[in-house]
């Protein structure tokens, strides 16, 4: 019986596969003497679509916003290959966060929150012993309205990188798809939006995760090292 190989997180091949190479090769080597304009434009989307689809491939992850992640490569591609108006870029980059935010909001009328998903799981917080607090200070009600109100800030996080991301790209990519000036107008978007957006959504996401541990120790009088689950203490 074959078992699917356990997921562990790399940041830095992630980074360097999807941020650094590609913003390498459509900089430097996008000029009409090295790859040229499509060539470049194409090896650079290979590996972050690459190493995405074996990511999915390999380790099963079919999930949300990996697929979110492949599509917006694949549409990238698709502007620059079909040589599309650059306004496109900046709807596309805007897009796909905006759409997780949306998701994040429709979510909350099914039995299934994404917050719940992406913060209250049993891989992060001992989520029974949590439950079983709760009960016992009959703080469940409270819980659930202060778990909605953390929905809402992870909704507004992604609405802000949506804002920034279509701000950064009509700011920076500004010269015709197909064109050597657009890969490396592309790359500095690709290298820039990391420090510039990622970083600032990650602090967004860190603080609403320490409102959400503060929400439980406040209703449950559970510390942080009773609050996370066996596997995030391994870590």
Known sequence: MNRTPTHKPRPMIDLMVSVILPSIILMKFSGESELGAAGGLIAALAFPLGWGLFELVRYRKYNFIALLGLAS???TGGIGLFELDTQWLAIKEAAIPAIIG?????????????????????????????????????????????????????????????????????????????????????GQLTLYSYPMIALPSMVMLMAIFYYLWRTIHDLTGLELEEVLSSKMQQK
Do not use: C
């Open 102 to 186: 949306i998701a994040v909001l429709v979510s909350t009328f099914t039995p299934y929150p994404l917050v719940k998903a992406l913060l209250f799981n049993p891989d992060v917080m001992d989520v029974n012993k949590i439950k079983q607090r709760l009960e016992e200070h009959d703080s469940a009600t409270a819980f659930e309205r202060r778990l909605m109100k953390a929905t809402y800030f992870v909704a507004g996080s992604f609405g802000f990188s949506a804002v920034m991301n279509y701000v950064l790209a009509k700011y920076i990519v500004t010269s015709p798809a197909g064109t050597q000036a657009f890969n490396e107008e592309l």
């Open 73 to 75: 490569v694949s549409l």
